[in-house]
């Protein structure tokens, strides 16, 4: 393992990519860049435009992002682009924040951590080309699609429909599927479920042949944050310092709340115990059937029947 590889960390978005990569983060040998392939990135820190959620970059597209994202891994922050960008004064204060980050890393020699659920399709593409290690967070279908329900969060297939290479490369199969809930994008269960069963279902696919992948589950680490991020550092080499057992010991303690509020969907200090079956209050017992019916054969790649009761 180069200590000084890139890390990405991805996973369906709702699954932990934030609570990992900020903790990992903390070990102060890595610097945490936030969703270069969210629709709504900065330009200063990722250049390029992006057009679709879950982008999805291979050979045949990748002169579209690949000289950006080379900027982006050795922290080059393009300030004239941002400023442009500005609309208020939380713009002016993230682009403080973000450049002082940016300059921090790159006067400090540290290794990019990469933390973007929206990049989990294109994970081969950035292995090969950008050389990442990539850690792939897995979270229980029916948990998944309980944090859309409770924040109303539908999704758009028309941006996966409009991606000609991701639909020839990997989902064609589900075509059909998209077609129909993109005229019923109010259905978040059945919604939530076929985004779910897509992205896993292309995970299992690439996951034997992206070297180096990690998959964890969401409800692993959960239950054993200490041990389990111990863990996973020792995988990707980073030293698992006092700073860093203290970030996931004050994230994850049974003082914390057991549920986030709305106002703050992206916090990750959470008792991360009780987290795990939040499911099973947020989802009726009809919804639940209906996830793991629609979930089913993806699902048991990854869960057994015990990790539905």
């Not at 999805?56 to 442009?84: G, M, R």
């Not at 947020?282 to 919804?287: A, D, N, S, V």
């Not at 990854?302 to 009761?309: K, P, R």
Request: aromatic fraction near 10%.
């Amino acid at each position: 393992m180069n200590k000084k590889q890139p890390i990405l960390v991805t996973g369906a978005h709702r699954s932990g990519t934030t609570w990992v990569g900020k903790t990992l983060s903390a070990s102060d040998q890595l610097a945490y860049i936030s969703e270069p392939l969210n629709v709504l990135h900065r330009p200063g820190v990722m250049r390029a435009p992006v057009r679709h959620w879950y982008t999805y970059i291979c050979e045949q597209n990748e002169d579209q992002y690949l000289p950006s994202l080379k900027e982006t891994l050795i922290f080059n922050y393009h300030a004239w682009a941002e400023v442009k960008s500005l609309r208020s004064s939380k713009d002016a204060a993230r682009m403080g924040r973000d450049w002082r980050n940016f300059s921090r890393a790159r006067r400090n020699n540290l290794r990019p951590l990469l933390k973007d659920p929206f990049a989990v399709f294109s994970s081969p593409w950035f292995s090969q080309r950008l050389g990442c290690q990539v850690i792939v967070l897995v979270r229980h279908p029916a948990a998944f699609v309980s944090s859309l329900k409770r924040l109303v969060w539908s999704f758009d297939f028309n941006h996966l429909l409009q991606q000609p290479l991701l639909m020839k490369d990997w989902l064609y199969p589900f075509q059909g599927e998209m077609e129909i809930m993109s005229e019923n994008p109010e259905d978040i269960i059945a919604g939530g479920s076929l985004l779910w069963r897509m992205i896993y279902h292309v995970v299992n696919a690439y996951r034997g042949t992206v070297h180096d992948l990690l998959l964890v589950r969401h409800e692993d680490l959960s239950r054993d944050p200490l041990g389990g991020f111990r863990d996973l550092c020792a995988n990707v080499s980073i030293e698992f310092t006092p700073g860093l057992q203290r970030f996931v010991e004050e994230s994850s303690s049974p003082s914390n709340p057991g549920e986030l509020s709305r106002r703050s969907v992206h916090g990750t200090t959470l008792d991360s115990r009780s987290n795990i079956d939040n499911w099973k209050q947020r989802l009726t017992p009809e919804e639940v059937t209906r996830v793991m019916e629609l979930t089913g054969d993806v699902a048991a790649i990854y869960y057994t029947d015990q990790d539905w009761e």
